[in-house]
Nanobody, 129 residues
Framework: QVQLVESGGGSVQPGGTLRLSCVAS????????????MAWVRQAPREGLEWVSAINTRGDKTDYADSVKGRFTISRNNAKNTLYLEMSNLKPEDTARYFC??????????????????WGQGTQVTVTG
């Protein structure tokens, strides 16, 4: 069972920057981190899940929700089994718990993943002040 561990959350003022990381482990010998598309999803207090961004296996194709486009950047380092989300110009409405998600295959799609292998525990981002 693949495990995903997010880190990098915290409390920042509006306009601030944070970089989230998600480290994957527990792959079977016949597969690797680079075999799977990845996504970031968030959940604000008392709200449902919101898809934020997704990236293909090679890291050369990405997509973003309109709410974060131009401010967030998703990337990955397959050699380090790590997914990133660089967040800049943060707004109070970005306050949420952020989760990384591994799709079940190499294809990603926009919207909250329904076909996935693993889902992390999340890291909290709070934008206030």
């Amino acid at each position: 069972q693949v495990q995903l561990v997010e880190s990098g959350g915290g409390s920042v003022q509006p306009g601030g920057t944070l970089r989230l990381s998600c480290v994957a482990s527990g792959f079977m010998s016949i597969e690797s981190f680079g075999d799977f598309a990845m996504a970031w999803v968030r959940q604000a207090p008392r709200e449902g899940l919101e898809w934020v961004s997704a990236i293909n296996t090679r890291g050369d194709k990405t997509d973003y929700a309109d709410s974060v486009k131009g401010r967030f950047t998703i990337s990955r380092n397959n050699a380090k089994n790590t997914l990133y989300l660089e967040m800049s110009n943060l707004k109070p409405e970005d306050t949420a718990r952020y989760f990384c998600v591994q799709y079940s295959g190499s294809i990603y799609y926009t919207g909250v993943p329904t076909d996935f292998n693993s889902w992390g525990q999340g890291t909290q981002v709070t934008v206030t002040g």
